[in-house]
């Protein structure tokens, strides 16, 4: 969602005349997109802001700009550690910031841009305060052009205790089926293939108009149709909302990808509750069970957060029971970490020590790595599609004249392939035979060497070993 929301901000400016550069020294204007859910990630954007001190001294009419749900938490207090910042804007006000940006340079700045936002406002005083953030897109500029996200929905009615995400985005909207449609075929007239439609809680989306409500398993067939785009992805899930409806279209509707994102958090009667996560682990298996026998060649990967207030041994072992027995392609582990203003915070002691979370974390991530590396080396000698997306971290170290590097790219269960190939074949579909495989990385070699046909996206050309505008 954030790195939508940064391509979203950067469209905007684009059209407005700004041109992005490669470094903040030749910048007029400096912004970072932040995030709130982990203490870490705020602690990187105000190193990064430190850094910025003596350039900022050195070129006042420099503007530096705080964008996102740690604006939106912090406010005033960003001001406060780094006095030479210029402007905070939170994710309810981001369709201000050209206008902003334009008050900062008259000299009026510094300027706080924020969502009021209390416990005890009414909803629809929220929905007012957190306008959605969807201006209309330039699909030519999306990077890359193939791939793009698509917003169905912002915000989360949830109430899970550890999560300032309702804070900081405010509660749940959903956009109109007929304006997401327009969207995606915008951005397959610009030579799209694949869209992940994004929201906080994707499986509850539901458009009411007319008398009538649209699902998510009804949008999904109203996409399938369109011309051109040849993969449908949607993130992320709560296991509350996946309907039979809904699995039903991923197993029918030939576009739709199966693969699930569903965190599940704990595998803890007692943590979950804490949480407030609104379901049990046996729920949850009983979930599992439903989408691999409605859709079973899916591939599921789920959240965990260990060390949470009051977790205790038997509650750790509880999760690595269940994450033995659910057999997730893989699965993304934090410890705890306290977000001021949640509930848990409030409410709770963080009475887990740091070394326990982190020996909790390892052994839990040391256990899905196992998983991984199991189910992954059941494709070894499978044939699969592959949508290329470029060269690997390893294929981005060689020469830009170099033709035949290592490529990656994504099946359509979301497994990541690497393999020597053509830099010319981004943005195409190749077949893949796996050779090797890592808890991470199914290993392949080409079945046969494609066609290269140059992808172009109005203006931009990926024939060429130089993307040219």
């Known amino acids: 969602m954030n790195e939508l929301d940064s391509q979203l901000a950067a469209e905007l400016l684009q059209q407005l005349g700004y041109e992005m550069v490669p470094s903040a020294r030749k910048a007029d204007v400096i912004l970072f997109n932040t995030c709130s859910v982990r203490q870490h990630a705020e602690d990187k954007i105000y190193s990064a802001l430190g850094r910025l001190k003596h350039l900022k001294q050195y070129h006042p009419q420099k503007i530096i700009g705080v964008l996102g749900c740690m604006a939106q938490k912090d406010g005033q207090e960003i001001f406060r550690r780094a006095p030479h910042v210029d402007l905070v804007v939170g994710p309810g006000r981001l369709r201000y910031l050209p206008e902003l940006l334009e008050r900062v340079a008259a000299g009026n700045g510094p300027l706080l841009a924020v969502s009021p936002w209390s416990e005890s406002a009414e909803r629809s ?20 052009p193939f791939q793009s996200y698509v917003r169905i929905m912002s915000g989360c009615n949830k109430a899970c205790t550890y999560c300032v995400v309702p804070r900081v ?3 749940e909207q959903c ?14 007239d610009a030579g799209c293939l694949e869209v992940t439609l994004l929201g906080q809680t994707v499986n509850s989306y539901q458009y009411r108009s007319g008398g009538q ?23 992320t899930n709560h296991p509350r909302h996946m309907t039979d409806q809904l699995l039903q279209a991923v197993r029918d509707l030939s576009k739709v990808c199966p693969y699930f994102h569903v965190p599940v958090q704990s595998g803890a009667d007692a943590i979950l509750r804490r949480m407030q996560r ?25 959240d965990f957060i260990v060390g949470f207030c009051g977790e205790t041994e038997e509650d750790f072992e509880q999760t690595v029971r269940l994450v033995e027995e659910a057999r997730f392609k893989n699965a993304y582990i934090f ?54 997306e470029g060269p690997s971290k390893t294929g981005r170290k060689s ?17 990541i392939v690497v393999f020597p190939g053509d830099r010319r074949l981004t943005g195409q579909f190749c077949w ?10 199914l290993l392949g070699l080409l079945e046969e060497q494609p066609q290269i046909v140059p992808y172009s996206c109005k203006g931009i050309s990926y024939g060429d070993s130089t993307l040219q505008v």
């Open 278 to 302: 609104g379901y049990t682990p046996a729920y949850y298996r009983e979930m599992l069970a439903r989408i691999r026998q409605t859709v079973p060649e899916a591939a599921v990967t789920s």
């Open 399 to 415: 020469p830009e004249s170099q033709s035949t590097l290592q490529l990656t790219g994504r099946t359509p269960c979301d497994r």
């Open 213 to 235: 409500t649209v699902r998510l398993a009804d949008l999904l067939a109203m996409l399938q149709p369109i011309e051109g785009i040849r993969r449908i992805r949607f993130v």
């Open 125 to 144: 005083s929220l929905l007012v305060a957190f306008e959605p953030f969807d201006p209309p897109r330039r699909p030519q500029s999306v990077p890359p």
């Open 432 to 441: 893949v035979r796996i050779t090797g495989v890592t808890p991470t990385t």
């Open 169 to 171: 985005r405010g509660p």
């Open 335 to 388: 410890k705890y970490s306290p977000r001021p203003g949640t509930k848990a915070a409030q409410a709770y002691p963080d009475d887990v020590p740091d070394a326990v979370k982190r020996r909790r974390n390892n052994e839990l991530l040391q256990i899905q790595n196992r998983i991984s590396l199991e189910e992954n080396q059941k494709f070894i000698g499978r044939r699969v599609e592959v949508l290329v």
């Open 175 to 188: 956009r109109p089926p007929e304006e997401i449609l327009q969207e995606v075929r915008r951005l397959a």
